[in-house]
């Protein structure tokens, strides 16, 4: 084995300024963070709406949410973010391409491309996630809002939805870690997230084993450190009476 | 929108096309292969064993496949240069095709391990009354079982993992994607290549699993 182990890599400078690796790993870890993260309302949001839209009667809105469910679903997310990095700027009216393609510096129109591209990916599951959800829940309880002259509007609002968000708050935490990690494609598109700055510890130190076994350490450490804190959320928000809940 | 130049590009599309399925048949092979053994390793009685396999799920469970792809690239060879002791080409398939073995093991362990879990207790039980050893009512009795009550679930992680095959573009292997982007750009019409490219994606994904929900109909019992 003529592989040199040197773990302190990280602390040596880059050669660029004054940074060191270190200090690419933590920007890294920033961008992340910030993809995942605006990605996630957004998607919480929207796949909330198409949920509900699934489960209303009537045909027409059903329909968009399930073509849209289906067409995000079946296309890989690599070819989305090629999508609406390379080929949707092209279609926009003039001010908002001259806007993206050259008032923009390159990592926020990167930035833009890669949020919209995992938030409306990730919508898709959320609103299977949250049908699923509504559809879980005894039919007696909409009905009996509607008895009691509930809307429809504020039977999802008041009754509905503050049951099934919290039986779907497994599911939505993997979503939510799905996120995290669906940001790395970021890098394919150069916007130095934790795995851009991974691959380029990796080329300038030559201390590839060092800077990927950093890298995994912070995505499982990141992983782990949400799986506690959603099931710390879950147990906060419990229905009492139901299966595992408070006792 | 200008079209015309896919059709003379077909023959090049198809070659990543193919290099596309040979990833993912081999993938799932040897996914499939690995998260059995990884299944019955967790539900051992061996602490080590079943220790072993949870650590191995839950590892490759909490990290992105693009960055096992990236570092398996980066690796393979220079482990195999450790042990063998000599230089070996390796090619970004054999690297992509390990990553993918072993990222997508972790997946179809969970799969498998659920699958002979819904099996009743009574039919192990049986087996060994009858006199079958361990190895013998699982390969006999149990798997059989299992692997018909899971084979949509499969066939669902196997459509996620024909999607995901994409991301060996990372690596540069000329896959479906990678080819329509290649080719695209040698035809100066990149937006219609890539569109080309995600409704083919489209169109294989929904019809597989349009199948696979009509096949969990007539397995359910």
Not at chain 1, 15 to 24: F, Q, R, T
Not at chain 1, 186 to 209: D, H, P, R, V
Not at chain 2, 79 to 101: H, K, M, P, R, Y
Not at chain 2, 176 to 200: C, K, P, T, Y
Request: proline content about 4%; hydrophobic content about 55%.
């Amino acid at each position: 084995m003529n592989y040199n182990w040197d773990w302190n890599i990280f602390f040596k400078s880059t050669g660029i300024g004054s940074e060191i690796y270190l200090d690419w790993f933590v920007s890294g870890l920033g961008w992340t963070i910030a993809v995942a993260l605006l990605a996630w309302i957004i998607a919480l949001l929207l796949g909330s709406v198409l949920g509900v839209m699934r489960t209303l009667p009537g045909k027409v809105l059903p329909a968009i949410a399930t073509a849209y469910v289906e067409l995000f679903r079946n296309v890989p997310l690599l070819v989305q973010l090629f999508m609406w990095y390379f080929v949707v700027p092209d279609y926009l009216p003039e001010p908002l391409q001259i806007w993206f393609k050259q008032d923009l510096n390159p990592a926020t129109s990167a930035y833009v491309s890669v949020v919209v591209c995992l938030a409306l990916f990730t919508a898709a599951r959320v609103c299977e996630q949250v049908r699923t959800g509504i559809q879980a829940l005894p039919k007696g309880q909409s009905a009996a809002a509607l008895a009691v002259g509930f809307s429809i509007g504020q039977t999802y609002r008041h009754v509905l939805l503050p049951q099934a968000f919290r039986i779907i708050i497994p599911p939505l935490t993997s979503e939510f870690l799905n996120i995290f990690k669906n940001s790395s494609v970021a890098s394919l598109i150069g916007l130095m997230e934790l795995l851009a700055q991974t691959k380029q510890t990796a080329e300038f130190s030559a201390n590839i084993f060092e800077a990927f076994t950093l890298a995994t350490v912070i995505y499982f450490v990141l992983n782990m450190s949400l799986m506690t804190l959603m099931s710390l959320v879950e147990k906060k928000v419990r229905i009492p009476g139901m299966m595992g809940g408070a006792k | 929108m200008d079209f015309s130049q896919i059709i003379p590009s077909l023959p090049s599309l198809w070659d990543g096309m193919k290099l596309t399925l040979q990833l993912l048949l081999l993938a799932v092979a040897g996914g499939i292969a690995l998260g059995t053994v990884l299944a019955l390793a967790r539900m051992s009685n061996s602490a080590v064993l079943s220790g072993f396999a949870k650590a191995y799920v839950n590892y490759f469970r909490s990290i992105p496949l693009l960055l096992v792809i990236t570092w398996f690239y980066l690796a393979v060879p220079m482990i195999l240069n450790w042990i063998t002791g000599e230089f070996i080409a390796v090619g970004a398939f054999t690297s992509c095709l390990v990553a993918f073995v072993m990222f997508e093991a972790a997946y179809y362990c969970e799969i498998v391990r659920a699958g002979i879990q819904s099996i009743s207790k009574g039919q192990i039980n049986a087996a060994y009354a009858v006199g079958m050893t361990y190895s013998q009512a699982m390969r006999l009795i149990i798997l059989p079982q299992a692997f018909r009550k899971m084979t949509p679930l499969l066939l669902q992680q196997t459509i996620i993992l024909f999607q995901d095959t994409s991301l060996v573009y990372a690596v540069g292997l000329i896959d479906f994607l990678n080819a329509a982007r290649a080719r695209g750009d040698i035809m100066g019409q990149s937006h219609e290549f890539l569109i080309f490219a995600g409704a083919v994606y489209f169109v294989i994904s929904f019809g597989a699993s349009t199948l696979v929900k009509r096949l969990q109909k007539r397995l359910a019992v």
